[in-house]
């Protein structure tokens, strides 16, 4: 599910992380969306259990290099490590 703080969208450091806690539905996975910009939003928002992911708009456009940099910081945090869960496999 796609969470959009469309309030804060556009808005540097905007995301309002209680929107996750609000969302009434904790075993659907989340992506969050709107006003995030910078890593350690993206590793606070990371650390949320059912947030899967986080995806960043314009923001990524005004600064050079910075898909790479964002990367760079955020491999040296320490992040929750991946889960994925298919039922494809066992169905084969």
């Known amino acids: 599910m796609l969470l959009i703080d ?6 540097q450091g905007g995301f309002e992380p209680r ?22 939003q993206m590793a606070e ?16 456009n005004y600064r050079e290099h910075t898909i790479q940099k964002l990367k760079e910081e955020l491999a040296a945090m320490p992040l929750r490590p991946p889960v994925y869960e298919s039922t494809y496999l066992a169905n084969v």
């Open 6 to 11: 469309w309030k804060h969208e556009g808005f």
């Open 19 to 40: 929107l996750v806690g609000a969302f009434p539905l904790s075993d659907v996975p989340l992506i969050v969306f709107g006003g995030i910009s910078d890593s350690s």
């Open 45 to 60: 928002l990371l650390q949320m259990k059912n947030v899967s992911a986080v995806a960043v708009g314009n923001f990524l």
